[in-house]
């Protein structure tokens, strides 16, 4: 049997990256631990410094055993991320472009931007992603027939 891996600390910085994986380790080693659900956020406040700990700190240590995780990270996202922060990456999102990129890294940062904006369609998604190819691409993907009308994701 294999001893669960610990998060590596979140400090609380706005950096979604950084976020995303605390979120995804730290519910694998909550889960893979079987530590119980009323005692997970407690167990992960041992991995939250700067930010993250002044949230615990403030928002949470009074009774964390009524927190659950979904809960906790929302609250935690809400905390350590500005307001803006959405809105700032829904710009982001109409000014990239492949470019000099190739696909996959297009695709991959397109996916990034969608995971954070949230609550697109998946319509909305195939004409960004087409639009934003390069247009020698997308003269062949003319070419093949296929249409971003009728094309999936």
Request: glycine share 6%; net charge positive; charged share 30%.
């Amino acid at each position: 049997l294999l001893k669960p891996d610990p998060p590596e600390k979140y400090n609380g910085a706005a950096d979604l990256r950084a976020f995303m994986k605390f979120v995804t380790d730290g519910t694998a080693y909550v889960r893979d631990g079987r530590v119980p659900k009323n005692s997970r956020v407690l167990k992960l406040s041992r991995y939250l410094i700067g930010t993250a700990h002044d949230f615990y700190v403030s928002s949470v240590s009074d009774d964390p055993k009524a927190w659950r995780l979904k809960q906790f990270f929302i609250e935690l996202y809400n905390y350590c991320f500005p307001l803006t922060f959405r809105l700032d990456q829904r710009r982001k999102l109409e000014r990239t472009f492949q470019d000099n990129k190739t696909v996959r890294q297009y695709t991959g940062e397109l996916r990034e931007l969608f995971n954070t904006v949230g609550l697109m369609d998946e319509r909305e998604k195939v004409h960004k992603l087409w639009s934003g190819l390069n247009r020698n691409l997308q003269q062949g993907l003319w070419r093949e027939k296929l249409d971003p009308e009728m094309s999936s994701y």
